[in-house]
């Protein structure tokens, strides 16, 4: 029959999709219009083979730029007899992307691919990100930063000591309040006339939103206190 199924789908930014041919010949065109002749003017272009074999892939698209696509199947007058389609990218803002977008966490990013984080915190979540800067790296003796790179084990408890499940807005936050964090360690808040502190960390910007929860820039890094990264001459530098 002459229709995609579903014929408008909304995804999100990055999304795979894949058109699977049930029966028939049939291609997947979001170039030009079979109908007007007209470009579509997606935010890009793309098109197909067509392909009559049952059960096969007609095409296999990564949608990484968000806006409308409008798309039909340019066999014939299939076009013309319903077979058109929709996709509706949105726009991601995942706790990883912020931190990627960011000029000032390229450490933090280096270790969150490093220990292969990045999945984790683009997924639905929702988590709590207190996220230290370049600055705050820097802070840590020299060679520290190398050698955790080296030791992935200790640098996803370190960096799993600044993610917490849920999404805490500032203001759900009181004085000495204890959370725990996905490490299955805790930090302490403190709220004085100086500001909010996660434990030795003093959050300098606060109530990022993401879709999937929200981030907190701190000035230090968190060390978890149950592991030997308390002290730090434990890393062979």
């Given at each position: 029959?002459f229709?995609?199924s579903p014929?408008?789908i909304s995804i999100n930014?990055?999304?795979?999709v894949t ?5 028939g010949y049939h291609?997947?065109?979001g170039?030009v219009?079979?109908i ?5 003017n997606?935010?890009?272009s793309?098109?197909?083979?067509a392909t ?9 698209h990564?949608f ?8 039909d199947?340019?066999v ?5 007899n319903?077979?058109v389609?929709s996709?509706?990218?949105?726009s991601?803002?995942?706790i990883?992307?912020?931190?990627s977008?960011?000029?000032d ?6 270790a969150?691919d490093a220990?292969?984080l990045d999945?984790t915190?683009?997924?639905?979540g ?7 800067t370049?600055?705050a790296?820097?802070l840590?003796?020299?060679?520290t930063v ?10 996803t408890?370190?960096?799993?000591h600044?993610v917490?499940?849920?999404t805490?807005?500032?203001n759900?936050l ?5 959370v725990t964090t996905?490490n299955?360690?805790?930090?302490t808040?403190t ?9 030795n960390?003093?959050v300098?910007v606060?109530?990022?939103p993401?879709?999937n ?6 000035d230090a890094?968190?060390?978890?206190t149950?592991?030997a ?5 434990l890393?062979?530098?």
């Amino acid at each position: 029959m002459f229709y995609y199924s579903p014929s408008s789908i909304s995804i999100n930014q990055g999304d795979i999709v894949t058109w699977v041919n049930d029966m028939g010949y049939h291609d997947v065109n979001g170039a030009v219009n079979s109908i007007t002749n007209e470009p579509f003017n997606n935010p890009e272009s793309f098109d197909s083979p067509a392909t009559s074999s049952v059960g096969a892939t007609i095409y296999t698209h990564q949608f990484n730029i968000p806006g409308v696509y409008n798309y039909d199947c340019s066999v014939g007058s299939h076009a013309a007899n319903g077979m058109v389609g929709s996709i509706i990218v949105n726009s991601s803002n995942s706790i990883y992307d912020i931190v990627s977008n960011s000029v000032d966490h390229t450490t933090l990013k280096t270790a969150i691919d490093a220990c292969s984080l990045d999945v984790t915190l683009s997924g639905p979540g929702p988590f709590t990100l207190f996220a230290p800067t370049d600055a705050a790296f820097s802070l840590l003796p020299a060679g520290t930063v190398t050698a955790l790179l080296n030791d992935i084990p200790q640098l996803t408890n370190i960096l799993l000591h600044h993610v917490v499940q849920g999404t805490v807005m500032s203001n759900m936050l009181s004085n000495n309040q204890v959370v725990t964090t996905l490490n299955g360690t805790d930090v302490t808040v403190t709220i004085n006339s100086n500001g909010v502190f996660i434990d030795n960390a003093q959050v300098t910007v606060a109530d990022i939103p993401a879709d999937n929860g929200v981030v907190h820039v701190v000035d230090a890094v968190l060390l978890p206190t149950t592991t030997a990264v308390t002290d730090l001459s434990l890393i062979h530098i």
